[in-house]
């Protein structure tokens, strides 16, 4: 069990309470009060009570304050809602609420370890409902209450973020919709673009291609090399293209069925069960009898024709047939008619407004799951104590030019004396070598930048504190490491030597390992081992590419974060955007992809991974 948290049981903190039963004969189809059932929890209700119905039962019986989370006994088992004070009623034992002791747990932390509750049931028992013994005898881990709410903080501003995120790709949705009723029936038309558009049969777009399957039991048809689609693949899925497929045949297999080897670019037709259904195949594929597959001719652009035949799903369904199940047949099919422009230039034109539509919502959808993961992590960290949110004691701080400073002062440690005793500067000219050693080869010297990033990183490691940084635009940065004495220290004593460099049109002083390095390396290693160089070599791992970015940002947050913390405050990804704004040197940060709200969320979280207490380190 981690430092002051406590396990406890849920019935050990908590009484179990559910409104007074209500009768259908009590309700009607409309009214004053909302009463919510297991169906309608967390919905639009269908059914209402009495205003004074409502105040008796709300009177006389329990019924939840605000604040209070409501959690589905039935049904789908272990949803939420928080009770937002208005007028409602809940179904009886379906729909329960906890009465939480606020001295052990604040109901904000309750709601979080909800989303991750494992609830207490015999050996190996399935659970239909949540009896009320089950929720008594439920496990939670408690820190102290202002690490709960904390954790609840920080968790629910992840939340709030993967809520706006969802509603920007609901209204890019709704602006993409609107495009496809104006451009693909004519409405509006793009510039340079005239001429009658025509109602064009798809058997006159398009080669109508069946599938087939090989017979399952022969091993030999299977496993190959070619691409087998079912509906299953793409149902659901809203994907324009489609890579890959679960199963895959052999040219065997192909040779054995009714199915062809359809080309990259072919339009995939579900027609069958999920009629409508479609995407494009992005390499050559096969499918199996569940598609009528479209190969469109040289005058049709197949992207155009894949947006075009979206909104005919429904009278797809409406011309199906068939007892078993419902499918669409070649020739029906080949019978739709799609209004279509006269020339192919103008498909391909209006297919390209829709496709940077498509693409967006796809950057936007790959940031909306890079968010629920960053906050699935969160929440594994933050629940179990693997990473603390605790607010240390605040310290004085400090206002140099154009920067503000969180002067560090540890009790134990004189002015320029480190804790072994030699001088802060030799040690900051020793680490600037063991780092250029670590680091630059002759094709790539240490650049300025990486000079001051890894001593950063490499000093909040060791002491948990970094001395002497400020605020510049690259991120935190020392004018002692660089030009005053770390440095010359370093190029005297032959540990370093400097070489001019020129990239993209500047010139530099770039770093490279001097004749006397190993005299430099050992004296790290009398003062701190050879652990803090093996930690530091996980940045070895960034992509190249990326490494400056990603170390930019590690340390800009991780800066701001100590600041916060040091001062006695929250940190959250709004708190470190505004100490971001607030220095004149850091504010451009924030018109960059790399310090979006997202970024700032990993950071946080990388920081603490790699640093964790250390962020709490206190005079």
């Not at 680490?431 to 909040?460: G, S």
Request: charged share 25%.
């Amino acid at each position: 069990m981690v430092k002051d948290w406590e396990e406890k049981k849920l019935g050990d903190i908590a009484e179990i309470r559910m409104c007074k039963r209500i009768f259908a004969s009590q309700t009607s189809t409309s009214g004053d009060i909302p009463f919510f059932k297991i169906g309608t929890f967390g919905k639009e209700p269908d059914a209402y009570i009495s205003c004074s119905l409502y105040d008796e039962y709300r009177s006389k019986y329990s019924f939840p304050n605000k604040g209070d989370i409501l959690l589905s006994a039935a049904g789908t088992l272990g949803r939420t809602v928080v009770y937002d004070g208005k007028p409602a009623y809940f179904q009886d034992s379906n729909i329960v609420w906890l009465e939480i002791d606020d001295r052990e747990i604040c109901n904000e932390y309750l709601n979080h370890c909800y989303q991750v509750m494992v609830w207490a049931s015999p050996e190996g028992s399935t659970i239909s409902r949540l009896y009320n013994g089950i929720i008594r005898d439920t496990d939670i881990k408690l820190p102290p209450l202002p690490e709960q709410r904390l954790i609840a903080a920080a968790l629910s501003e992840m939340g709030s973020l993967i809520t706006a995120m969802e509603k920007l790709i609901a209204k890019k949705r709704a602006i993409k919709q609107g495009a496809m009723q104006e451009l693909l029936t004519g409405k509006r038309r793009l510039p340079g673009f005239s001429g009658k558009w025509e109602n064009k049969k798809i058997n006159e777009l398009a080669d109508i291609v069946s599938g087939g399957t090989p017979k399952t039991s022969i091993s030999e048809y299977w496993n190959g090399s070619i691409i087998w689609v079912a509906p299953t693949d793409i149902t659901g899925q809203r994907q324009k293209y489609l890579s890959t497929s679960e199963r895959r045949i052999t040219e065997l297999g192909l040779s054995q069925s009714a199915a062809v080897l359809l080309p990259a670019g072919t339009i995939l037709l579900c027609s069958r069960a999920t009629i409508g259904e479609l995407a494009i195949a992005v390499q050559p594929t096969a499918t199996n009898q569940g598609f009528k597959n479209l190969v469109c001719f040289s005058e049709t652009d197949n992207e155009f024709l894949y947006y075009a035949i979206q909104p005919l799903k429904v009278k797809m369904i409406e011309k199906a047939s068939g007892s078993t199940f419902l499918e669409i047949s070649k020739t029906t099919l080949g019978e739709i008619e799609v209004f279509t422009p006269p020339t192919k230039a103008e498909q391909t034109a209006i297919a390209s407004v829709l496709s940077d539509m498509d693409m967006e919502i796809d950057v936007l959808t790959a940031k909306l799951n890079k968010l629920k993961y960053i906050k699935q992590g969160m929440m594994s960290e933050l629940l179990t104590g693997r990473i603390r949110l605790v607010q240390p004691e605040p310290v004085i701080v400090s206002v140099q030019p154009k920067a503000k400073i969180v002067e560090f002062k540890p009790k134990e440690l004189k002015k320029q004396t480190v804790a072994n005793g030699h001088n802060q500067a030799i040690e900051d000219a020793v680490i600037l070598a063991v780092v250029t050693d670590l680091y630059a080869t002759p094709q790539f010297p240490l650049a300025p930048f990486y000079a001051q990033k890894f001593p950063y990183l490499l000093h909040r490691h060791i002491e948990g504190i970094a001395k002497g940084y400020h605020k510049l635009a690259a991120g935190p940065y020392n004018s002692e490491l660089e030009y005053r004495t770390a440095l010359p220290i370093a190029l005297r004593n032959k540990y370093v030597v400097s070489r001019k460099v020129t990239y993209k049109g500047n010139t530099f002083n770039a770093i490279l390992v001097g004749g006397k390095i190993e005299q430099a390396k050992s004296y790290f290693l009398q003062w701190h081992g050879d652990e803090p160089l093996k930690w530091l070599e996980q940045f070895k791992h960034i992509d190249t590419r990326n490494r400056r970015n990603e170390l930019e940002l590690l340390t800009t947050v991780d800066m701001a974060m100590v600041e916060l913390r040091y001062n006695n405050a929250l940190v959250t990804i709004s708190a470190v955007k505004e100490i971001i704004e607030k220095s004149p040197e850091w504010k451009a940060k924030l018109k960059r992809e790399i310090f979006s709200d997202a970024n700032i969320a990993r950071a946080i979280n990388w920081s603490n991974n790699l640093f964790g207490d250390k962020n709490n380190a206190k005079n």
